[in-house]
């Protein structure tokens, strides 16, 4: 869970900065949300 | 307010404070991140889950995201809309599968710059929580108030 709450913290600060970004890097940036 | 709702509202104040698109882009990729959740339970349920609809939806997102002020037809959102399952819940991984349509729902909001995507901020969490909360406990259902330390558990694992 930890995993899944950093993850979405950090596509919120990667969205932010590089919104197009964010969807180049789901795996990355998001993977940790699907248990 | 529980420890999940907790985590919840700050992550969706945080939300709330991306310009559109940036909150567009949170919410596709959140929906592409539970795209495996949806597949999989749509086809447990034995439901078609208007994969048509879905990658047209996440395509329209895109564009708005990649070229912000790309319009977003309202037509397409209200398809998304609607196509969101409300069942059967007994399948598992309805959950998942549901969120997953909400955040694309989202997405498309947001690009539409119609605002609240921070309200939203639960689903993309939901899935996980109830997953963490079942292999912990054997049970999805740990969030009520009465089960504080279980949902605190929960948040703390790894």
């Known amino acids: 869970m930890v995993a899944g ?12 900065q590089d919104p197009a970004g964010a969807l180049d890097r789901v795996p990355e940036t998001m993977g940790a949300i699907w248990p | 307010m529980s420890p999940f709702e907790d985590v919840v509202d700050g992550l969706a104040e945080r939300i709330d404070g991306l310009p559109a698109p940036a909150q567009a882009a949170l ?17 447990a349920a034995g439901r078609g889950d208007r994969d048509d609809v879905f990658d047209a939806g996440c395509s329209a997102a895109e564009a708005a995201v990649r070229r912000p002020g790309t319009a977003v037809d309202p037509t397409l959102l209200a398809a998304v809309d609607a196509t969101t399952p409300h069942g059967p819940t007994d399948v598992d991984g309805f959950t998942a599968a549901q969120d997953c349509w909400i955040c694309l729902g989202t997405a498309l909001t947001a690009a539409r710059g119609d ?22 406990f054997g049970a999805t259902d740990v969030g009520s108030q009465d089960e ?3 949902e605190a558990a929960v948040l703390a694992d790894p």
Not at chain 1, 5 to 16: F, G, L, N
């Open chain 1, 5 to 16: 709450i950093e993850a979405v913290a950090r596509a919120v600060d990667v969205a932010a």
């Open chain 2, 148 to 150: 504080e330390a279980g």
């Open chain 2, 115 to 136: 605002g609240g995507a921070a309200g939203s901020t639960w689903y993309l969490l939901e899935p996980l929580l109830q997953a963490t909360s079942e292999r912990l």
């Open chain 2, 27 to 43: 919410f596709l990729a959140g929906a592409r991140a539970l795209d495996a959740g949806r597949r999989a339970w749509a086809s």
